[in-house]
T-cell receptor, first 114, second 113 residues
Framework: DAGVIQSPRHEVTEMGQEVTLRCKPI?????LFWYRQTMMRGLELLIY????????DSGMPEDRFSAKMPNASFSTLKIQPSEPRDSAVYFC????????????FGEGSRLTVL | AQSVTQPDIHITVSEGASLELRCNYS??????LFWYVQSPGQGLQLLLK??????LVQGIKGFEAEFKRSQSSFNLRKPSVHWSDAAEYFC???????????FGKGTLLTVNP
C-alpha cells in the first residue's frame, strides 16, 4: 500500500519567495495533520484537518502560513513570503477516525530558506 | 500544561546490549501513550501504543514499553539491540480521544558494533 506521499522532498529557496508543500494522504484516511520539526522546538502541530475541514489551525505560526485540503486525497501547505526562520522539515501525517494518535507520516519536506 | 519529557537526548549502546529509553508525561488524567521511531531522512513510524489495560505493551521490531502510573512513565525497552535500531525515538501522548499529540524532544540512539 502506498504511504503518505509528500513533495518536494527538498526545497531551497530565497527569502521572500513563495513555498508550496504538497501531501497525498493514505487512501481512506480522513484526518490529516501538518507538523513542523526543528532542532530547537521539536515536532509542532501546525494544522489538523478532518474530512477536509480545518479543525485546529492554532499551531500555524502566522499569517504567512496557510493550508488547504480541497479533497480527500490532497493537501497543501503554503508559506508566503518565506523567511529563514521557516527552515525546517515539514511532515504530513494521516489517520482514520478512531485511530487516536496512530499517525502515518510521510517522509517529510526539508525546506531551506536562504 | 501537558508535557512529555525524554530526559536522555542521546544514548549509545553496543549491539546486542539491552536498551531502555525513558519517557515521563504530565497530564491531567492518564493519557494515551505512544512511541514512534524516526530513521534518518524518514518520517516517524509508530512502534507501539498504550490506551488502557495491560501495562506492558508489545510493539513492532521487538520493542516493548511499560506504563507505570505511579511514576508517570512509559519507558521503551528492547532486550537486544541491533545495528538497524539506530534512529531517533519519540515518546508522545494525547488526552484520550483528543487528536492532538504532544511529542517529547526525542532520544537519539547510536548503536556501536
Amino acid at each position: 500500500d502506498a504511504g503518505v506521499i509528500q513533495s518536494p522532498r527538498h526545497e531551497v529557496t530565497e527569502m521572500g519567495q513563495e513555498v508550496t508543500l504538497r501531501c497525498k494522504p493514505i487512501s481512506g484516511h480522513n484526518s490529516l495533520f501538518w507538523y513542523r520539526q526543528t532542532m530547537m522546538r521539536g515536532l509542532e502541530l501546525l494544522i489538523y484537518f478532518n474530512n477536509n475541514v480545518p479543525i485546529d489551525d492554532s499551531g500555524m505560526p502566522e499569517d504567512r502560513f496557510s493550508a488547504k485540503m480541497p479533497n480527500a486525497s490532497f493537501s497543501t501547505l503554503k508559506i508566503q513570503p518565506s523567511e529563514p526562520r521557516d527552515s525546517a522539515v515539514y511532515f504530513c501525517a494521516s489517520t482514520q477516525d478512531g485511530q487516536t494518535g496512530e499517525l502515518f507520516f510521510g517522509e517529510g519536506s526539508r525546506l531551506t530558506v536562504l | 500544561a501537558q508535557s512529555v519529557t525524554q530526559p536522555d537526548i542521546h544514548i549509545t549502546v553496543s549491539e546486542g546490549a539491552s536498551l531502555e529509553l525513558r519517557c515521563n508525561y504530565s497530564y491531567g488524567a492518564t493519557p494515551y501513550l505512544f512511541w514512534y521511531v524516526q530513521s534518518p531522512g524518514q518520517g516517524l513510524q509508530l512502534l507501539l501504543k498504550y490506551f488502557s489495560g495491560d501495562t506492558l505493551v508489545q510493539g513492532i521490531k521487538g520493542f516493548e514499553a511499560e506504563f507505570k502510573r505511579s511514576q508517570s512513565s512509559f519507558n521503551l525497552r528492547k532486550p537486544s539491540v541491533h545495528w538497524s535500531d539506530a534512529a531517533e525515538y519519540f515518546c508522545a501522548a494525547s488526552g484520550g480521544s483528543n487528536y492532538k499529540l504532544t511529542f517529547g524532544k526525542g532520544t537519539l540512539l547510536t548503536v556501536n558494533p
